[in-house]
């Protein structure tokens, strides 16, 4: 999913046109369904405490958003730039406004942006800071905000409290027509499949959270259209395969998903999320700036991004990723026990 990103992105800015490829926020898609899954399994298994718990998630998200977002802000001159060389496409014409609109009101997208909070800003808000500086750090600021809220979801569902479940998915669905896609309510419903996803698959759960799981992708399909069909299926495939016996040839997929290839490509998966603009549009800028054009600008693009994206990640998640996590479990044992589990 990472990966197809990378690529959506790349096919964006060289105008490939590639239909499915473009459309790269439906990987993001994917990764606020496992998201869900995944919080609300350490929610379910750690009887932790609330303060434990959001230092944990904190020093999983900032650690290496803090020097991206540093390194993406002392480019944005480059950014804008990068985004002029290219093909004049919607896409690419759009980021460049999105860079000059920070250069110019910088102190107040920086303020947004360092606490990750970009996504509570309502579209009214003028120069809405949503998707500059670090344009793919929307989806960031939406796991923020779920990770924020996460463990009173999650606890209402797990408790077959539904109407507390209903009460905090239709208020931020309510609320989403006044902010951007980078706001929770844009994608709770995806977020609450996550949940019902591992909730369903429980040893003796109900039927409920199913139904409960199967009506929010219904409105998930009904708020997003049709295409939301492409992440819910391909989650739902791996979720049955991963369910059936290691024999069956339909635990197949899931046993691929399980190898040491795609095992450590998750491993770095949100470096990579996070890193690969920079090389994108670095390369773009150097192409400009030595005049190379044509094919082999659009090939040193491509073939650059993708390589200096994986090196960056295989360096920055053992330098940055592997460090913080620790930390952040260090300093949530350090404050085990100060509060009681929500």
């Known amino acids: 999913m990472a990966w197809w990103v990378v690529a959506g992105h790349v096919s964006l800015a060289l105008a490939w046109k590639l239909p499915l490829i473009d459309r790269n926020t439906l990987a993001v898609d994917v990764f606020i369904l496992l998201s869900g899954f995944v919080i609300a399994m350490l929610i379910d298994r750690k009887d932790e405490a609330y303060p434990a718990y959001i230092v944990r998630r904190a020093f999983r998200l900032f650690p290496l958003y803090l020097p991206v977002l540093a390194i993406s802000t002392l480019l944005l001159g480059v950014q804008a730039e990068a985004w002029a060389s290219l093909p004049p496409t919607d896409a690419n014409l759009n980021r460049m406004a999105l860079a000059e609109q920070a250069i110019k009101a910088l102190p107040s997208h920086l303020f947004i942006h360092i606490p990750l909070l970009q996504g509570l800003v309502p579209l009214s808000f003028a120069d809405n800071p949503a998707y500059t500086i670090v344009g ?68 003796g759960a109900s039927g409920a959270s199913a139904v409960i799981g199967l009506i929010c992708a219904l409105g998930a399909i009904a708020v997003d259209g049709f295409a939301q069909l492409i992440p819910l299926l391909l989650w739902a495939a791996v979720v049955f395969s991963s369910r059936q016996p290691t024999k069956s040839v339909f635990h197949l997929p899931a046993r691929l998903l399980g190898a040491r290839i795609p095992s450590h490509m998750g491993d770095i998966s949100y470096s990579i999320y996070l890193l690969h603009m920079i090389p994108l549009y670095g390369i773009a800028y150097l192409c400009a700036a030595f005049g190379l054009a044509g094919t082999l600008a659009q090939a040193a693009i491509a073939v650059g991004t993708i390589v200096l994206t994986y090196l960056g990640s295989l360096a920055t998640y053992a330098a940055i990723e592997k460090p913080g996590i620790a930390a952040g479990a260090r300093v949530a044992r350090g404050r085990a026990g100060t509060a009681p589990s929500v």
């Open 136 to 203: 793919q750090a929307w989806s960031i600021s939406l796991e923020w905000q779920f990770y924020l809220l996460a463990p009173f979801l999650v606890g209402a569902m797990l408790r077959q409290r539904w109407l507390v479940a209903a009460a905090i998915v239709g208020g931020l669905l309510a609320l989403a027509p006044l902010f951007t896609g980078a706001f929770l309510g844009a994608k709770i419903l995806l977020f609450a499949i996550g949940i019902a996803t591992h909730v369903s698959t429980k040893p």
